[in-house]
């Protein structure tokens, strides 16, 4: 379990962007999950702890780019957001594999959220 300090979100209109950066004490592979109002939380990215590889939900793919800065810090560009991606989103990250996937049981340490919502 590491700490995990996120930022980023904000109000944005349709068809905009944002970013979310998720700042950890070292190199771990890193994951978005939201939650949006009545919903179950669902993934959303995720980056491999060692290398460049990346998955993406079928709602983020070909919108949302997860990347890595540095050893510390990960990024995920929201592009092309839509009113259903209005949620709160939670970084993610696991100390025991190198690439989790997509099942939120397999990381073991959280940001706190960053709130985004999109108006139309």
């Known amino acids: 379990q590491v700490h995990l300090v996120e930022s980023g979100g904000g109000v944005v209109q349709a068809g905009g962007s944002l970013t979310l950066s998720c700042a950890a004490p070292g190199r771990y592979a890193m994951a978005w999950f939201r939650q949006a109002p009545g919903k179950e939380r669902e993934f959303v990215a995720t980056?491999?702890?060692?290398?460049?590889?990346t998955y993406y939900s079928d709602s983020a793919k070909g919108r949302f780019t997860i990347s890595r800065e540095n050893a510390e810090n990960v990024h995920l560009t929201l592009n092309e957001l839509k009113p259903e991606d209005t949620a709160v989103y939670y970084c993610?990250?696991?100390?025991?594999?190198?690439?989790?996937?997509?099942?939120?049981?397999?990381?073991?340490?959280w940001g706190q959220g960053a709130r985004v919502t999109v108006s139309s």
């Open positions: 980056i491999a702890g060692a290398g460049n590889r």
């Open positions: 993610a990250a696991s100390t025991t594999y190198s690439f989790p996937g997509t099942s939120q049981r397999l990381y073991n340490s």
